[in-house]
């Protein structure tokens, strides 16, 4: 079982075609750009890509639930129980700095949280043919019933590796990473 294509996208064209949450949309996008100054053509593909997936996920609305959150308690599309949980399988993704352990290419990549130590086999077949195993990546893992996926936007790739200092340091913070940080 996977995420059924298109399910964000249903979310986010709810959001943004209820008026009733336009002052929340404003304010979200302030909060990540600093402003809503400018037109929206100006942010690239990438900063779109962290900002919806930080909107969904992260960004509080007014009601003080996330998008994901208030969809799942308000199902205003009306969904059945089966796709719903999707949803809040969605809700339960954790986002985070993640060293590749080991790739399986066109398959999948065994992930440690650098912050908890916490490792995760994940599907992935696309982010397969870029990561190099001991790399970085910033990106949100998600469990469905019998796996676990990279969610959200295209994960942030970095090409080099934690040194046990650094690692050391990540382990003690206590940091709160988002698309947004």
Known sequence: ITM??????ALLQYYQNDPFFHADLQRARKE???????????????????????LVY????????????????????????YELQHYRDLFNGVYGLYEILSIDLGRGMRLRNVHTGIEYDVREKMGTYQAKVGHLL?????????????IGSNGTYLSFKLGTRLRK??????VQLTPKS
Not at 39 to 48: F, G, L, M, V
Not at 138 to 150: A, K, M
Request: hydrophobic fraction near 40%.
């Open 4 to 9: 059924k294509k298109g399910a964000i996208s």
């Open 32 to 54: 990540f750009f600093g402003s809503t100054n400018f037109p929206i053509e100006d942010i690239t593909e990438e900063e779109s890509g962290w900002f919806l997936e930080w």
């Open 58 to 81: 992260d960004f509080v609305l007014a009601s003080g639930e996330t998008l994901v959150q208030n969809f799942i308690h308000r199902n205003p599309l009306k969904l059945p129980d």
């Open 138 to 150: 910033f990106n949100r893992v998600g469990r469905f019933p019998d796996h676990y996926e990279l």
């Open 169 to 174: 340091i990540w382990r003690t913070e206590n």
